[in-house]
């Protein structure tokens, strides 16, 4: 007899009272119970005559209310609180039926709801040999059509690669080629769940590879082929997509846990081997991991439509930055994607240049830059820094900037380590009813200004206590025109001695 590892079943002792006449169990829970995936969660595939009535029936006796997923197709599931139970109607109770439309073969097994809780493989339907195509790991259609049925299958397929290892057969990598223009026919909520799994899976920069090669990725990111073809500066090896695809290549070897392969990916590797041995980074680079790999893939977008020639030659793409993360928000919010990710990753685009202008070349950033660094990206500095240095090494390759990456590594160090030298919290020493008691001011927004200044200069160590603080306050004020307010006044250069008399 064949059997399964109980503990691969992972099926909780309440779900042994559950009907299980006529009940199959199909689909990805058979296939990861088979491989021998381990599972913390119930996860369950059932195929039944009547899914709405056993969903009512299970749910009752659970203790939970039965959800339809789907207006089109008749899936229910039954949440549980460590998983869910996902239902669907068998036409005619014809299982095998149910089989051959299917996605991939080894998707297209079932076994007796009753034998499976009991690690009983006996009764095993594999009428298009899933298992043998799974023992090679093998990835192949149910039939021609399996794709154009359901053009989300050819995510999925992407997907099973990325997450388990299963390599598409010649057939199924021809038909993604194929069959690539419908995949716009597949609900966005769909496409975007899918991408998010394939990018966060450990197999994600080898998923992007085939994404590319079958023709998805440019379905999925129209903006992003734009820049095919889409030369740049003498200093960029490659034209604007590659450089793009490039970046994300040198962002996986930099964020990695442990030094990659290759001489020269490992020598830069090393430079920044310290700092990703910091707690703190790494856990800003694991927090940050979707909305990076997204903001690297599409860094340049704005690029196409930004780009000019000189008069004597020379290129330029002017804005690209800004006009970038309005592209990428447009596409993550057509995806349906989450607004916290749609926010951080445009972030993260119009700010990814601004690592690499903090200071001039070969000088130090100042601490006022540093300052105004922190306050305009909060949280996204240590992911903002690798994206520029992957960005970085994709423009000039790795033989060109190997000599110099000391230099880049460390400008990296002294940003992400960098601290104020006062007060942390904003508004620490006056806050806005403050300042206006001392200068006189109504509410409005020269009040929030010189509140800025100050907190600058106390974070930059130039204002000591609050009767320094009220000094600079009443400066500003004077300085400052309250009806017409230069940016100039309050720019860059504006310099105030916070210890000089005051009236």
């Avoid at 903090?358 to 000088?363: C, E, K, N, Q, T």
């Avoid at 950033?365 to 970085?392: Q, Y």
């Avoid at 307010?485 to 504006?494: H, K």
Wanted: charged share 25%; glycine share 8%; with cysteine.
């Amino acid at each position: 007899m064949q059997t399964i590892d109980q503990q691969t079943i992972n099926l909780r002792a309440k779900l042994q009272a559950l009907d299980a006449e006529g009940v199959w169990v199909v689909g990805g829970s058979l296939r990861d119970a088979l491989a021998g995936r381990h599972s913390a969660t119930v996860d369950l595939d059932l195929a039944v005559v009547d899914a709405q009535a056993w969903s009512q029936r299970a749910a009752m006796q659970l203790g939970v209310r039965p959800v339809r997923l789907s207006a089109r197709f008749p899936i229910w599931r039954v949440p549980l609180a460590d998983g869910q139970i996902d239902v669907w109607s068998l036409p005619d109770g014809d299982i095998e039926r149910d089989l051959r439309r299917r996605d991939f073969t080894m998707n297209a097994m079932a076994v007796p709801l009753e034998q499976f809780r009991r690690g009983d493989l006996s009764g095993l339907l594999d009428p298009f040999c899933g298992r043998a195509d799974m023992q090679a790991s093998r990835l192949r259609l149910v039939s021609a059509t399996a794709l154009r049925d359901d053009p989300l299958r050819m995510l999925r397929a992407i997907r099973l690669e990325a997450e388990g290892g299963w390599r598409p057969d010649a057939e199924l990598r021809a038909a993604l080629k194929r069959d690539a223009p419908q995949l716009a026919r597949a609900a966005a909520e769909r496409q975007w769940a899918e991408l998010c799994r394939i990018l966060l899976s450990a197999r994600w920069l080898w998923a992007l590879r085939r994404l590319e090669q079958s023709g998805l990725l440019d379905c999925l990111v129209p903006e992003l082929a734009e820049g095919r073809g889409v030369e740049q500066r003498a200093m960029h090896r490659r034209d604007v997509f590659w450089h793009q695809i490039d970046a994300v290549r040198w962002l996986a070897r930099l964020t990695g846990s442990s030094e990659p392969r290759g001489r020269r990916a490992a020598a830069l590797w090393r430079e920044l081997a310290p700092a990703l041995a910091q707690p703190s980074v790494r856990q800003s680079l694991e927090d940050w991991r979707l909305p990076l790999r997204l903001a690297t893939l599409l860094h340049d977008i704005g690029k196409p439509q930004t780009r000019a020639v000189d008069a004597d030659g020379s290129t330029h793409f002017y804005g690209h930055a800004e006009l970038g993360a309005t592209m990428a928000r447009s596409r993550l919010t057509t995806l349906r994607a989450p607004e916290r990710t749609i926010g951080q990753v445009e972030l993260l685009i119009e700010q990814h240049l601004r690592p690499g202008q903090l200071a001039s070349p070969g000088r130090p950033p100042t601490d006022r830059a540093l300052f105004r660094f922190h306050r305009a990206v909060g949280e996204a500095v240590t992911p903002l820094c690798w994206l520029f240095l992957a960005d970085s090494l994709a423009a000039a390759g790795s033989a060109a900037l190997l000599p110099r990456w000391r230099g880049y590594a460390g400008h990296v160090r002294r940003i992400i380590g960098w601290r104020p030298r006062g007060p942390e919290r904003v508004g620490r020493i006056l806050n806005g009813h403050e300042i206006m008691q001392v200068t006189g001011l109504s509410p409005g927004p020269l009040v929030g200004r010189i509140r800025a200044q100050i907190d600058e200069a106390a974070a930059l160590g130039e204002v000591q206590g609050p009767t320094e603080a009220r000094s600079l306050a009443r400066q500003l004020a004077r300085m400052l025109d309250a009806e017409s307010v230069s940016e100039s006044v309050v720019g860059d250069d504006l310099q105030i001695d916070a210890r000089s008399p005051t009236a």
